[in-house]
């Protein structure tokens, strides 16, 4: 497939924005790390890479809205909406374990219509456009379907910072692990639907996440044959931010058994802001650009307006780390 020129553009802001990841990554022991809430931390490399992704993305579209990890701010109902997460599996990056991916997604009127996710690590390129397919390096993705729920391999990720789900979710946890062959946790949502797309996993489900963290990944699995829903099996998993994503066989297992097991599907959470890539708060009640809901541009911070951001220096080759055991 020759993607679009919109898709391009968003390939080519990955790939660049990528390089910066690695080099963070071969660094990763000289990062700035804080703790955004328990057990969820995000560094400096987080935040220079989404300024990256930012800045590559403004210089094609300036009229474009922007959906941020590191800015916040909720997926706009009208106009166009670049929706990223420079780097999905932050926990994995910081550890030293190269299983991370960059996520971007372009929405129209709340509805995805590109996606791409990129390992930037084994230089993998998970690509599709609504209604042209799925690919991986231009090759094109199938999800795979087995006849029985004992021949697929399963993906998932725990919902640590729901306590009030676990109980429910560990159920279907322990119904599922002795049907399938297999049931694993790689702590990266974006290459697990990758994953799923490319016909690595049969199936992926997790509860309580962001549009950021599935937004690509999304497209990627419906536009390889397979199904994405919320756990009641409706359309809404962007907002409740619970996700089953499978072949379509699978698909079907997966739902039945968390209506067995009783997991509900959760209430969106209400969001406070609206807000531009620099992160500023927009005014609910002024009046909408056709293209985007981004308003008032001002510069903001230190950088000004598309304004490329600093790279880090490139780290010197470690000796004797020891990072291999």
């Known amino acids: 497939m020759i993607p679009s020129p919109v898709l391009n553009i968003a390939i080519q802001a990955v790939r660049k924005a990528g390089a910066l990841a690695v080099r963070h990554f071969d660094n990763r022991h000289q990062l700035q790390v804080r703790e955004k809430s328990p057990g969820d931390f995000v560094s400096n490399a987080d935040t220079e890479v989404e300024k990256e992704l930012v800045y590559q993305l403004k210089r094609a579209n300036r009229e474009y809205g922007f959906l941020l990890e590191e800015k916040g701010g909720r997926l706009a109902a009208e106009g166009w909406q670049w929706i990223i997460d420079p780097i999905d599996g932050t926990a994995n990056f910081l550890r030293g374990i190269p299983h991370f991916a960059l996520s971007v997604a372009l929405a129209l009127d709340g509805e995805v219509v590109s996606g791409v996710v990129y390992q930037p690590v084994l230089d993998e390129l998970f690509f599709a456009e609504r209604g042209r397919g799925a690919f991986l390096n231009n090759q094109r993705l199938r999800v795979n379907d087995p006849k029985e729920l004992g021949q697929a391999l399963l993906a998932t990720g725990f919902p640590l910072r729901r306590r009030d789900r676990l109980e429910p979710y560990l159920k279907v946890f322990t119904t599922l692990l002795p049907e399938c062959a297999d049931l694993r946790r790689d702590g990266s949502a974006a290459l697990d639907l990758a994953y799923t797309a490319a016909g690595r996993y049969d199936g992926y489900f997790e509860l309580n996440l962001h549009p950021w963290d599935v937004a690509a990944g999304a497209l990627l699995v419906r536009e390889a044959g397979g199904f994405v829903t919320s756990v009641g099996g409706n359309e809404n998993f962007l907002t409740t931010g619970d996700v089953v994503a499978a072949s379509p066989r699978t698909h079907e297992r997966l739902l039945a058994v968390m209506r067995e097991c009783g997991l509900r599907e959760a209430v969106p ?44 220096a490139r780290p010197r080759k470690p000796s004797g780390e020891g990072e291999g055991s």
């Open 269 to 312: 959470p209400p969001v406070a802001r609206l807000v531009n890539a620099e992160g500023a708060s927009l005014d609910e009640t002024a009046p909408r650009r056709r293209l985007g809901v981004r308003r008032n541009e001002g510069a903001s911070g230190a950088r000004g307006e598309g304004e490329r951001p600093a790279r880090p």
